[in-house]
Nanobody, 117 residues
Framework: QVQLVESGGGLVQAGGSLRLSCSAS????????MGWFRQAPGKEREFVAR????????DYADAVKDRFTISRDTAKNTVYVQMNSLKPEDTAVYYC??????????WGQGIQVTVSS
């Protein structure tokens, strides 16, 4: 079973940047994809970004395209999202996930990102 731990969240002003990290441990094997969802208070959890592990190909939600960049470190079993030009509407709990080739998705515990006006 994979365990995922996020780090790097916090409070920033609008226009600022944060970099979130998500490290995988346990009985890990190379995932199919890893990525990020987020959930703001009173809203549904929404997709943010994903990266295909074997190729590094990426996908982004329209709301974060051109501002967020997802990347991976295969040696460290870690996925990152660099978040630039942050907006108050980016305020949410951000959840890392890992999708295996077969089996169920694993979620991290979530990490708070707060962007002040």
């Amino acid at each position: 079973q994979v365990q995922l731990v996020e780090s790097g969240g916090g409070l920033v002003q609008a226009g600022g940047s944060l970099r979130l990290s998500c490290s995988a441990s346990g009985r890990t094997s190379s995932p199919f994809t890893m990525g990020w969802f987020r959930q703001a208070p009173g809203k549904e959890r929404e997709f943010v970004a994903r990266i295909y592990w074997s190729t590094g190909r990426t996908d982004y939600a329209d709301a974060v395209k051109d501002r967020f960049t997802i990347s991976r470190d295969t040696a460290k079993n870690t996925v990152y999202v660099q978040m630039n030009s942050l907006k108050p509407e980016d305020t949410a709990v951000y959840y890392c996930y890992s999708n295996p080739l077969a089996g169920t998705r694993t979620w991290g515990q979530g990490i708070q990102v707060t962007v002040s006006s």
